[in-house]
T-cell receptor
């Protein structure tokens, strides 16, 4: 079935370090791919998205490229800040089929000052 | 203006009670969802409704009953609450038929004691 696998956390980095959170997916069809972020005590917010192969989503210094050949959508940021500490979820949607968004298990990110 | 709002934000109740969580969206979306987030932050879809019609029911105990009086509202009623129902419940909405993102409410933290 359709699924999303992302690296397990927690991930702890120092401020200004480079960040990569890996995400791979399995889907029958052509999904859209998303990264959501959940700050402590809050709901999920869309961070970025890509709807077709080779698209790059970007927002707030974060980037991810839709790689169909490797079925991946890795999240990267060149220089993280303490305020980036949150839980990050990779997700896919196949809305044309059964209106479902499937989430990975989330990766908790801690940034140390 | 809050796009997806759910009430209450916190709910503490005793085992065996019946409770409801309300959700409203003012985005004009056709599809609404309920997700359950456990203590490890894992997000699992519970229900999906499109234009008041149930689309997805993901092996949720029948103590959980969604109700959609109109396409802007999707309420969740839970009968005979159990300790294991303690979690954060998120409502979300999205346009149908498009590979686009879902918009989430702030969550309802349910604690069953």
């Amino acid at each position: 079935g359709d699924s999303v696998t992302q690296m397990e956390g927690p991930v702890t980095l120092s401020e200004e370090a480079f960040l990569t959170i890996n995400c791979t997916y399995t889907a029958t069809g052509y999904p859209s791919l998303f990264w959501y972020v959940q700050y402590p005590g809050e709901g999920l917010q869309l961070l970025l998205k890509a709807t077709k192969a080779d698209d790059k989503g970007s927002n707030k210094g974060f980037e991810a490229t839709y790689r169909k050949e490797t079925t991946s959508f890795h999240l990267e940021k060149g220089s993280v800040q303490v305020s980036d500490s949150a839980v990050y979820f990779c997700a896919l949607s196949l809305m044309n089929r059964d209106d479902k968004i499937i989430f990975g298990k989330g990766t908790r990110l801690h940034i140390l000052p | 203006d809050t796009a997806v709002s759910q009430t209450p934000k916190y709910l503490v109740t005793q085992m065996g009670n019946d409770k409801s969580i309300k959700c409203e969206q003012n985005l004009g979306h056709d599809t609404m969802y309920w997700y359950k987030q456990d203590s490890k932050k894992f997000l699992k879809i519970m229900f999906s409704y499109n234009n008041k019609e149930l689309i997805i029911n993901e092996t949720v105990p029948n103590r959980f009953s969604p109700k959609s009086p109109d396409k802007a509202h999707l309420n969740l009623h839970i009968n005979s609450l159990e300790l294991g129902d303690s979690a954060v419940y998120f409502c979300a909405s999205s346009p149908r038929g498009m590979n686009t993102e879902a918009f989430f409410g702030q969550g309802t933290r349910l604690t069953v004691v």
